[in-house]
């Protein structure tokens, strides 16, 4: 397993209980669309993902993730930085 599925696992994880839906998750599995998270959802989320991986997502960063996918790119992103 590579960095990045061992982050999409991670990522998967800590959606989980989020996921009041039980959608199976894809790298094209959208936030608002496919899981239906208001804003608050994704706060919370967020905040999870930050403390899990010990990076900062600025709110521009949010607005331009929509899929799953993008978050593990991210994510990934943000990790090689330091």
Excluded: C, H, Y
């Excluded at 967020?46 to 994510?75: K, P, R």
Aim: hydrophobic share 45%.
């Amino acid at each position: 397993m590579n960095d990045r599925e061992e982050t999409f696992a991670k990522v998967s994880e800590l959606i989980a209980p989020f996921n009041k839906k039980g959608v199976t998750l894809a790298e094209s599995t959208t936030f608002a669309g496919d899981l239906e998270w208001d804003s608050l959802t994704v706060m919370d989320f967020v905040a999870a993902i930050e403390d899990e991986f010990d990076i900062l997502i600025t709110m521009n960063m949010q607005a331009e993730i929509e899929t799953v996918g993008q978050l593990v790119d991210a994510v990934e992103d943000l990790r090689n930085e330091e």
